[in-house]
């Protein structure tokens, strides 16, 4: 199985191509969709990676993928302008799954 970028810049491929990620560059919805289906469609994609813009800017297709399809997993990073997340997101996200306060 590999990892594939769908990034919102070229930074970020870019990075990503020199740790051996394939990947591709798109800023509009159709365009993302597109590269969402071609992605799904390659049943050698294990991982796919995506900007954490797209999870903000178009979450109902980001989404919908992670709730239609267990392969492959979609893990959002954040690109070159850093994190949108707060800083103790992952305590809160347990706090939230679980109920467990750390």
């Given at each position: 199985m590999k990892m594939y970028l769908i990034s919102d810049n070229i930074d970020t491929q870019t990075g990503m191509r020199l740790a051996g990620v394939d990947?591709?560059?798109?800023?509009?919805?159709?365009?993302?969709r597109t590269a969402l289906e071609t992605a799904l469609a390659d049943k050698e994609i294990g991982i796919l990676l995506l900007t954490e813009k797209f999870g903000r800017e178009?979450?109902?297709i980001v989404d919908?993928?992670?709730?239609?399809?267990?392969?492959?997993?979609?893990?959002?990073?954040?690109?070159r302008h850093g994190?949108?997340?707060?800083?103790?997101?992952?305590?809160?996200?347990?706090?939230e799954a679980i109920g467990l306060k750390l």
């Open positions: 990947g591709v560059v798109v800023h509009e919805r159709e365009e993302l178009f979450p109902e919908e993928v992670k709730l239609h399809h267990k392969v492959p997993l979609i893990v959002e990073i954040p690109d994190t949108g997340r707060k800083p103790d997101f992952i305590t809160s996200y347990v706090n």
